[in-house]
């Protein structure tokens, strides 16, 4: 990303790292901007869906720590280069292992009753899958949007991924491929969640094979998507 924002500008542009919940935090991505004489500072959340519990809680974590000017890219669940990436994605890993019976589009879920307080999270996950799916010239019943990663007693956004692999099971659908479009990188909810624990629930539920698509990661489509993201801010 870093060497595709210095070609499309003409110079070094300063980039730092920082993480909500991690190291290298959010201060230290600060600290290491300020030592560059940075006054403007475009930020990019890595959550193509905005919800307040992931972008917004960044941005306002940001603000809190008196940081120079803000150019924040509060989401992109639909911007076309985004989505161009995801279908790219998906039609080399059909081209490689074949195609399955069913496409699902899981995405992190978050409780109902947040959604329902107006995080418009779940529509932006919708649009996403929906224009996926437009994009791969899918029909309905060949791919649905669900919902993982989800703890605690309260209901949170359906239908849950686990319980859809045992239904699409049942019934007689013995391939399934995942993808986790709001991942920009694989992490423990892709590669230990979907690709392993689902990949079991499936199997002992009747299927016969769940072919995880990894994330767009360092995919070309990927890092061409976010340098457009950031050139769009820069230029304001």
């Known amino acids: ?34 030592a560059e004489g940075v006054t403007r500072i475009v930020v990019l959340p890595l959550y193509p869906q905005y919800a307040r519990a992931t972008v917004g809680s960044t941005v ?11 150019a924040c890219i509060e989401g992109y669940c639909n911007h076309p280069a985004y989505i161009n990436a995801l279908a ?7 081209e490689k292992h074949g195609r399955g019976q069913m496409l699902l589009i899981s995405v992190q879920g978050i409780p109902r009753q947040v959604a329902l307080k107006g995080d418009t999270y779940a529509d932006q996950c919708a649009e996403t899958a929906r224009l996926l799916a437009a994009q791969l010239k899918l029909h309905t019943g060949e791919w649905q949007l669900t919902f993982q990663s989800r703890f605690g007693k309260a209901e949170w956004l359906q239908p849950y991924t686990d319980i859809k692999l045992q239904d699409l ?5 013995k391939t399934v491929d ?13 590669l230990e969640e979907i690709a392993l624990r689902y990949a079991e629930t499936y199997l002992e539920a009747g299927g016969h094979a769940l072919r995880y698509i990894p994330a767009l990661n360092d995919r070309p489509e990927h890092i061409q998507a976010l ?10």
Not at 88 to 94: I, L
Not at 169 to 173: E, L, T
Not at 227 to 236: G, I, K, N, Q, S
Request: hydrophobic share 50%.
């Open 1 to 34: 990303l870093s060497k595709q924002l210095d070609i499309r500008v003409g110079r070094k542009v300063p980039l730092a790292l920082g993480m909500r919940y991690g190291t290298p935090s959010l201060p230290e991505a600060l600290i290491e901007l300020a």
């Open 60 to 70: 306002t974590r940001l603000k809190q720590l008196s940081t120079p000017t803000l």
């Open 88 to 94: 790219s994605n998906v039609r080399d890993h059909w």
């Open 169 to 173: 099971a049942a019934a007689g659908v």
């Open 178 to 190: 995942v993808v986790c479009p709001g991942f920009a990188a694989d992490c423990l909810e892709t």
């Open 227 to 236: 340098v457009e993201l950031v050139m769009a801010r820069l230029a304001v």
